[in-house]
């Protein structure tokens, strides 16, 4: 998908998405405690890179992803997406580039129990107000390149949590986004399920050059990537090539 | 696929959600159709018990000096606003001879043509007279005469006998407005012409056009008139009636607009609930790419098709539900049912009002929905209400609180009408429920400690759900607060001045017998002193009679305000008919055997009279100066009434006669009285009438009137029961998921039922003890908002029987509600209830 109406083209940048001294801190349970869930992450992501955040739990890696997609807003620091901060956008232009230039990928798969496979995977398109049979053709063609062409009539109940899964994916893919970020994508599946998902994505990225950032806390499945970010109390504390770098 | 779709699959995923949804519109809008067609059969039905009690609403143009007058003095009037008719009448005593029988009957002179097209006459059969030789009958007089349209009467007039035919049989109910006793209606010309009073007039009653207000006609025909003629509200008749009829039309605006209120909280409830279950659905949207604008217009666009749907079903229950309210009300006033009015606007109203309502219900949660943090959104805990809705709640209940005392002080010093309770309340019951969140949740704690230890468990988990979700249990629970604020209050305010009024009529009328005056009032005339204190001895000699007393009525004037001299004789050895206040009943009746008088409660509000000030009184265009000793509740006449002896009535404004008797008699001889009794009536064209009757009379009108407004307060409650029913069943459908995992986790299912009963039944004893004080607060309100009307306070009692019966109905409605769906959710499939999402 183009960038959202009044975003000015801008000379594409060597990194598809950077941060510049990003933080994120949060009020406690105590009115006065203030939690430090990210401290002055710098970090940038080249277009077709399969990125890996891993951490123990806590570590902060959850939040720099979702600051990343644009779903919270950091405390200091920025994101740039292809050269735009996130920071200076309102809640609507934020929305037109969370639907249009990122697709999510969660843990627990979030499909609209309501709604077919095909149906929840054309929704970003039909946000954004694409007729129904073209969100139906990309939708399709989402569901194909991940393999559940053949589920599309069905409902997320009436499919395996591997199979949702791959669903979520072709969703984030469904509207060619610039950048996936996947969060603890095969935490809820069983290792036939985790590593059929994972090659999924090694696959996109390979095939179809598309920027993959992932948060796991499985070495298994970080293994995958091409890049692996380590992180520990907020802050970065490795940036390492992965064992699937060429 | 667009986002109307979505819509429909998530209607056709969780069909009871939306239901639901719609049902609360379709109960609001309901509730709202048929309260206002009860309340406005209820009005109808007061309008033809006051018509049949004291007739039409009227005001009567007579001389100064109570004397007939040439009806060509006095100027057009037909065209003063609020006019419905101007009929001059005149009265004749006379003679009926029908067959055998010779009766002593009043006759009144009227256009009986014109009486009759305007409605204001009903003839049971036959037409209106038309020539001289034509009249028309009491239908009740001519059934017991065995006289039928066609026979002939012959007439004793001052002139000559006449034989007439009777044209027509007219309704004894629609003559009581006009013909002050008389049973014989003939034309005015005809009737003056044999008795020789060519053009002369014993009054011209003005009829008043519904909804006008009385005061305003009052002083603009008064404007209007010569001096020699004088205005005034007739002395004398039933406006206990009107005032009670007057209390009980405030209490049905108070009812309906308590009843909208409901509505809404119903409606507010349904559509936060049926947005907060959808939180993550809604945060997934956003995550998406949806924008706020697009989710808001989802939820809003849901709401208006919701609250369509609903209204429209709504609409048509209340219509059905109205007929048979309706006809009950009518029964309940033992008025002939006027049929069901329904105006032309008000069903396209109430549907435009119950989407308008849906979409603004809506409108608070899709905010909420759409500013939540979306990583919270996401969650799968439920989110806590932001702070500064909390604040903003608590800062709105007390700009409410200080909303309605300022009305209640507006009113108490005469910058706002009486009718402003109507709007205090509300508003004040608003408050009641806007504070209802922060008194909800320590209520729900202290009443959870006395939960039995055998349900410690689901005590604890009852209470922690409720805790959880302080606005919406608040808004469930604002529903029974209205409703048992309603009965409570209103209740207790009906009751309060139903004992008051009821406490002074049996204080005022303590007889065995009342012989009433028929015919023209001319009774206030100083010609029939003589003969009334004749039958006044006669009645006093008959073998049997205790004691007789003497009232005597007449319009007057204190202060340019229209009052009703009360004169009685005020037997020394019978208790003081009298309730004084702040002075002791031996002062007052001291006072009164000096000559002075004591002035009614609404009398002094009027005219600025207080105890210990001297009067300036006109009766039959004298002026006369009295002291007034004391003020006394009274309703003869809304109040605006004075009250003094007969010695002295007559040695100051000529009062003479007495216009009422009350005979009261020896023990246990009070049925041996009715024979002789009657004689003497028939003889002076008076009225014999029981005690019993009198006082069946009134406890007609009275039950008449407190039925019906308990049955509209029943509506009410019917309305919140089932606006509770409504959000305790999406309660327990948002809660399938947690009541699944209890059940995972080892719960039995009776224990869920047990759960989820107990937590409906915590929520509807809290709700209860909150409404219980908003209703007694209610209480305080309307009886401090009657002072002004009564002018003097209203005593307030605390009835445990009102407040035990509403707070078993908040138990009992809260049980029953929860106990179907928790039935039905614990007949989930356990999988299937944990999937629920």
Redo the contacts between chains.
């Keep these: 998908m183009p960038w959202p109406p009044g975003f000015h083209a801008m000379q594409t940048p060597p990194s598809i998405l950077s941060t510049e001294r990003l933080e994120k801190t949060f009020a406690g349970g105590d009115a006065e405690a203030m939690v430090a869930a990210v401290r002055g992450v710098n970090l940038s992501v080249g277009r077709g890179e399969f990125v890996a955040v891993t951490g123990a739990s806590g570590s902060g890696k959850s939040t720099l992803l979702h600051m990343l997609g644009g779903i919270t807003r950091p405390t200091a620091g920025r994101v740039l997406l292809e050269g735009v901060d996130l920071a200076t956008l309102d809640d609507d232009a934020l929305a037109a580039i969370r639907r249009r230039r990122i697709g999510f990928v969660f843990q627990r798969y979030n499909l609209l129990p309501e709604l077919s496979l095909l149906e929840n995977v054309s929704l970003p398109l039909a946000l954004d107000g694409v007729t129904p049979a073209r969100c139906e053709t990309a939708a399709r063609a989402a569901l194909e390149a991940v393999g559940m062409d053949h589920r599309g009539s069905h409902r997320p109940d009436e499919l395996s949590g591997g199979e949702q899964q791959r669903g979520a994916i072709a969703r984030a893919l469904v509207t060619d986004p610039a950048v996936v970020l996947a969060d603890e994508p095969t935490g809820a599946l069983d290792s036939a399920n985790s590593s059929r998902v994972v090659q999924l994505l090694q696959r996109l990225v390979a095939e179809r050059q598309q920027t993959v950032i992932l948060v796991t806390h499985d070495p298994a499945v970080a293994a995958a990537a091409g890049r692996v970010v380590r992180m520990r109390d907020g802050q970065v504390e490795s940036d390492s090539a992965g064992n699937s770098r060429p | 696929?667009?986002?109307r779709?979505?819509l429909v699959?998530?209607w056709?995923?969780?069909p009871g959600r939306a239901l639901a949804a719609a049902a609360s519109v379709a109960v609001a809008v309901g509730a709202a159709v048929a309260t206002w067609t009860a309340a406005d059969a209820s009005r109808q039905g007061f309008q033809r018990l006051t018509e049949a009690v004291a007739g039409v609403p009227t005001i009567d143009v007579t001389a100064r000096d109570g004397q007939r007058f040439v009806a060509t003095a006095v100027p057009r009037l037909v065209d003063v606003p609020g006019v419905r008719a101007v009929v001059p009448l005149f009265y004749r005593p006379s003679l009926l001879r029908v067959g055998e029988n010779r009766l002593r009957e009043v006759a009144v002179g009227v256009d009986v043509e014109a009486l009759v097209s305007a409605g204001l006459l009903a003839l049971e059969s036959g037409e209106p007279c038309r020539e001289d030789d034509e009249l028309v009958l009491d239908a009740t007089l001519a059934k017991g005469l065995g006289v039928t349209v066609g026979d002939e009467v012959l007439f004793f007039a001052r002139r000559r006998i006449a034989r007439m035919r009777v044209t027509g049989l007219a309704a004894t109910n629609s003559l009581r407005w006009f013909a002050e006793g008389a049973t014989v209606v003939a034309d005015i010309q005809v009737l003056e012409s044999m008795s020789l009073s060519t053009a002369e007039v014993d009054r011209i009653r003005i009829v008043l056009a519904p909804g006008a207000a009385r005061e305003e006609v009052l002083t603009a025909v008064s404007g209007r008139l010569p001096e020699a003629l004088v205005a005034d509200v007739p002395a004398g008749r039933a406006s206990l009636a009107e005032d009670v009829l007057h209390s009980a039309n405030l209490g049905l605006d108070f009812v309906t607009a308590l009843t909208l209120a409901m509505a809404w909280f119903i409606v507010g409830n349904a559509m936060l609930m049926n947005v907060a279950e959808r939180r993550?659905?809604l945060s997934?949207?956003?995550?998406?790419?949806?924008?706020?604008?697009?989710v808001r217009r989802l939820v809003t666009v849901e709401a208006a098709i919701l609250g369509g749907i609903g209204a429209a079903v709504g609409a048509a229950v209340g219509l059905a539900a109205a007929g048979p309210i309706s006809a009950g009300i009518s029964r309940a006033l033992q008025t002939s049912a006027g049929g069901v009015a329904v105006h032309p606007l008000l069903v396209p109203v109430a549907v435009a009002l119950g989407i308008v309502i849906a979409v603004a219900a809506a409108w608070w949660p899709a905010r909420q929905a759409t500013s939540l943090?979306?990583?919270e959104g996401?969650s799968a805990l439920p989110a806590e209400p932001p702070r500064e809705s909390m604040r903003g709640l608590l800062l709105a209940a007390m700009v409410l609180t200080a909303v309605a005392f300022a009305c209640e002080l507006a009113m108490a010093f005469g910058i706002l009408p009486p009718r402003a309770s109507v709007v205090s309340g509300v508003v004040l019951l608003l408050a009641f429920v806007a504070f209802t969140p922060f008194f909800l949740i320590p209520l729900v704690r202290f009443l959870g400690g006395f939960v039995p230890s055998r349900w410690r468990i689901e005590g604890r988990l009852a209470v922690a759900q409720i805790v959880r979700q302080p606005i919406r249990t608040a808004l469930t629970a604002g529903v029974l607060v209205v409703a048992v604020s309603n009965g409570i209050g209103l209740g207790h305010a009906i009751r309060d001045s139903v004992d008051d009024v009821l406490g002074w009529y049996a204080r005022m009328l303590k007889a065995d017998w009342v012989l009433t005056q028929a015919g023209a009032l001319s009774v206030s005339r100083q010609d029939r002193g003589a003969a009334s204190r004749a039958m006044q001895d006669d009645v006093g000699r008959l073998d049997g009679v205790a004691d007789v007393e003497g009232i005597g009525v007449a319009t007057g004037r204190i202060s340019g305000q229209a009052c009703v001299v009360i004169a009685r004789d005020l037997p020394a050895g019978l208790p003081l008919p009298l309730a004084p206040v702040d002075a002791t009943e031996a002062d007052v009746r001291a006072a009164l055997e000096r000559g002075e008088a004591v002035a009614g409660t609404v009398l002094a509000q009027r005219t600025g009279l207080k105890a210990g000030d001297a009067a300036v009184v006109e009766v039959f265009g004298r002026k006369t100066p009295i002291r007034i000793a004391a003020l006394v509740v009274d309703y003869t006449s809304g109040g605006a009434s004075l009250v003094l002896r007969r010695d002295a009535a007559r040695r100051l404004f000529g009062m003479e006669a007495a216009d009422v008797l009350l005979v009261t008699a020896a023990e246990g001889r009070a049925a041996s009285l009715r024979d002789p009794l009657e004689v003497i009536a028939r003889s002076h064209s008076m009225f014999l009438r029981s005690y019993g009757d009198l006082r069946g009379f009134i406890d007609r009108i009275v039950s008449g009137v407190v039925g019906s407004l308990w049955s509209i307060l029943g509506l009410g409650f019917v309305v919140g029961s089932l606006g509770v029913a409504n959000t305790v069943t999406m309660s327990v459908l948002e809660q399938q998921r947690s009541l699944g995992l209890l059940r995972a986790v080892g719960m039995r299912r009776g224990q869920v039922v047990g759960l989820v009963v107990l937590q409906s039944m915590l929520l509807g004893a809290a709700a209860g003890i909150i409404g219980l004080v908003s209703g007694v607060t209610t209480a305080l309100f309307i009886q401090f908002a009657s002072q002004p009307l009564l002018g003097h306070p209203l005593a307030m009692h605390i009835r445990p029987g009102v407040v035990i019966a509403n707070l078993l109905a908040a138990l009992a409605v809260t049980a029953l509600a929860a106990w179907l769906p928790a039935r039905r959710a614990v007949k989930l499939d356990l999988l299937e209830a944990l999937?629920t999402?």
């Design positions: 696929m667009r986002l779709g979505l699959r998530q056709m995923r969780r993550r659905g997934l949207i956003r995550v998406l790419g949806g924008t706020a604008r697009q943090d979306l990583l996401l999937s999402e």
